[in-house]
């Protein structure tokens, strides 16, 4: 399968725990996004890198998350001190190019739930 | 800011009659504009886009939009509804203004299409 993979599919985890997510972008895809997906409502974007810089970060990402993509491959995405209000489904998707113009393809995502 | 609305949650429609999706956007440049689809248990797969030229877009499995730039709108329409075509739709949307940023896709909530055999 050679599409956008994202690792845990599901993860359930007590509050104040931290979590990490992985994903694995489709190959030689130079830009990488992050976009979170509550029930009922489209997906929001919290961050994106191109190679392995990241160019823009959501208001949404507060300081308890934090992403990396270090070697502008795979990127992480971790949550530090869960709350419930993070319970979601988190998307990762890539893209190749420079502009705004080519569609981005995603990932099947992590379903995060805190209890 | 950009953003987009889908104003209705649910479309029903009968297998083989033609199928609108709506979507309104708001921008302050031009927009590039998107549909997306969701079938439960996969991720969101790219239908059509439009960027710039004919304002008719054609894209996958026999989905089109037009581009209507007086009324900011970017329906989705099929001309015959397969019931393989239910799932979560999504416009989204990105603004070209100098002003808007980085950001790169902004969706709207998302329309439930049931097509009813």
């Known amino acids: 399968d050679t599409g956008v993979s994202q690792n845990p599919r599901h993860k359930i985890t007590k509050r104040g725990q931290n979590v990490t997510f992985r994903c694995d972008p489709i190959?030689?895809?130079?830009?990488l996004y992050w976009y979170r997906q509550t029930l009922g409502q489209g997906p929001e974007f919290l961050t994106y890198?191109?190679?392995?810089?990241?160019?823009?970060k959501s208001r949404l990402l507060s300081d308890r998350f934090s992403a990396e993509r270090p070697k502008g491959s795979f990127s992480t995405l971790e949550i530090q001190r869960t709350e419930q209000g993070d319970s979601a489904m988190y998307l990762c998707?890539?893209?190749?190019?420079?502009?705004?113009?080519?569609?981005?393809?995603f990932g099947q995502g992590t379903r995060l739930t805190v209890v | 800011a950009q953003s987009v609305a889908q104003p209705e949650d649910q479309v029903n429609v009968a297998e083989g009659n033609p199928l609108t999706v709506k979507c309104t956007y708001s921008?302050?440049?031009?927009?590039?504009l998107f549909w997306y689809v969701q079938y439960p248990n996969r991720g969101l797969q790219f239908l059509l886009k439009?960027?710039?030229?004919?304002?008719l877009v054609k894209g996958s499995y026999g989905f089109e939009a037009e581009f209507n730039k007086s009324q900011t709108s970017f329906h989705l329409k099929k001309p015959s509804a397969l019931v393989s075509d239910s799932a979560l739709y999504f416009c989204?949307?990105?603004?070209?203004?100098?002003?808007?940023?980085?950001?790169?896709?902004?969706f709207g909530k998302g329309t439930r299409l049931s097509v009813i055999a």
């Open positions: 998707a890539s893209s190749l190019g420079r502009g705004y113009y080519t569609e981005a393809f």
């Open positions: 190959s030689e895809h130079n830009r």
């Open positions: 890198f191109q190679n392995e810089a990241q160019l823009e």
């Open positions: 921008v302050s440049g031009n927009p590039y």
């Open positions: 439009y960027i710039t030229g004919d304002n």
């Open positions: 989204a949307v990105r603004d070209m203004a100098p002003t808007a940023g980085n950001t790169p896709l902004v």
